[in-house]
T-cell receptor, first 112, second 115 residues
């Protein structure tokens, strides 16, 4: 069964610190890996995404690292801010299909 | 403003009743999707539609139905056959069925509670 395992389930970080969220997958037939940010009561919003032929992508304070051989990818939030407090989901798109498999989410809290 | 609208934001239903959730987009996107979100779980796909008058079942379609009569609209009906319908429902759209860097845009969601 296709799965994307996300960890940790929750994370508390001090303001200015680095938040790291990890995802691992078991099926090699994924071709696109987006990360979403969701605030309570709202729909998810695309944060950053990466293709498997790229090992790292950075947008502002957000960086995705992708390790194809280990089937792992992670989100790093540098200089974390209280406004970053939200739930983060990783996802993977099954190659050649419409279908995204989502991780179970990480609830991030950044302390002021 | 371009985007996806879902209504209502909160919906209460008695057991045994069907209820329809609205989803409208003015992004001119071809593809539209319905997801269900439960606490501690990721998003699970209910139905998706690539083009008008066409839709396909996702992973958890049982107890749900959809229609796609217009490009901008993709309503979801939660029927009485859905055993555990209380959840947060999210509609999404994307430019095309899939591209190399397809992005899904999500609506604000509808929270359905069965009383």
């Amino acid at each position: 069964q296709q799965q994307v395992k996300q960890s940790p389930q929750s994370l508390i970080v001090q303001k200015g610190g680095i938040s790291i969220i990890n995802c691992a997958y078991e099926n090699t037939a994924f071709d696109y890996f987006p990360w979403y940010q969701q605030f309570p009561g709202k729909g998810p919003a695309l944060l950053i995404a990466i293709r498997p032929d790229v090992s790292e992508k950075k947008e502002g304070r957000f960086t995705i690292s992708f390790n194809k051989s280990a089937k792992q990818f992670s989100l790093h939030i540098m200089d974390s801010q209280p406004g970053d407090s939200a739930t983060y989901f990783c996802a993977a798109r099954v190659s050649g299909t419409y279908k995204y498999i989502f991780g179970t989410g990480t609830r991030l809290k950044v302390l002021a | 403003d371009g985007g996806i609208t879902q209504s209502p934001k909160y919906l209460f239903r008695k057991e045994g009743q069907n209820v329809t959730l609205s989803c409208e987009q003015n992004l001119n996107h071809d593809a539209m999707y319905w997801y269900r979100q439960d606490p501690g779980q990721g998003l699970r796909l209910i139905y998706y539609s690539q083009i008008v008058n066409d839709f396909q079942k996702g992973d958890i379609a049982e107890g749900y139905s959809v229609s796609r009569e217009k490009k901008e609209s993709f309503p979801l009906t939660v029927t009485s056959a859905q055993k555990n319908p209380t959840a947060f429902y999210l509609c999404a759209s994307s430019i095309s069925y899939f591209t190399s860097t397809d992005t899904q845009y999500f609506g604000p969601g509808t929270r359905l509670t069965v009383l």
